[in-house]
């Protein structure tokens, strides 16, 4: 578990892992958008295989006009792009191939040559496989995902990234990777420009859709305010709603394999959606 001084966050690794190196990288990778107008991100004071140091937010209470503020910032987060589908963060070490309890992949430069043919190998079949090995999937199941996930791979859902990712040239979008409730943090200066600040990324490139599906998974004050900001600043693309669900079958798998069977009959209602 972190520690916590007035000011920092001081989370303990393992010197076998990259881990806190990748997690490190992620923040300073997100912060690099901050001066095109990209939400606030937790500063890196130290960091080490062993030790990760970060700065400790000021949190306040939520509200509409924070939310929109936040929405709005993470649309031009998301436009800061990545260099490919599933890309780490730079300065990530190269030995890093994912991140996360779950070893979560990268995807090495050139593996998928469109967000469907990521979404559904590295993300998708890479959690299937760990939930059919370890038998909390049977063959009904397992056939179920395998459905989607061709589906998936085939293109069949692919949609354009935002307006502002578009309009900046790139094909990626630079993700959070992990943006449930917890890392969206309110500022205590309820008039920061950005309304919020994020922590505890699992930073790569990918779908803009993606990290706002994660958003919208458990919840999050304010959260038509978060998404309209994103949408009157970076309009997404049409019918982006009735893909929420099957970006959220990344973090539902996750959750799958991190916490076991209790997940496992909301992943399926989802996915039944899309097979």
Known sequence: MPQFTQDTVIKQGSSASDELLCEAAGLRWLAAAEDAGGIRIARVHEASRERLVEERIATGAPSRAAA?????????????????????????PPSATGIGRAGTPYAPRGAASSWGAFFAEYRMMYYVR????????????????????????????????PALVRAS????????????????????????PT????????????????DLAMLQLFGYPY???????????????????????????????????????????????TARQYR
């Open 223 to 269: 959260l038509e305010d978060v998404l309209a900001g994103y949408d009157e600043t970076s309009p997404l693309a049409p019918g982006w709603r009735e893909r929420v669900g099957l970006h959220q079958l990344a973090p539902l798998l996750l959750h799958c394999v991190l916490f076991g069977s209790g997940y496992v009959p909301e992943t399926l209602d």
């Open 130 to 161: 760990m939930l059919r090995d370890d038998g909390t999937f049977g063959p009904r199941e397992a056939a179920l995902l395998e459905r989607v996930a061709s589906r998936v791979a085939a293109g069949d859902f692919d949609a354009e990234q």
């Open 169 to 192: 040239g790139a094909t990626c979008a630079r993700l959070h990777g992990d943006l449930w409730a917890g890392n969206v943090l309110y500022l205590a200066d309820a008039n920061a």
């Open 195 to 210: 309304g919020g600040a994020l922590i505890d990324p699992m930073a790569y490139g990918g779908h803009a859709e993606t």
């Open 68 to 92: 929109r503020r936040i929405g709005a910032a993470l649309a031009h987060l998301h436009a800061a792009g990545a260099s490919w589908w599933g890309c780490p963060p730079d300065g990530c």
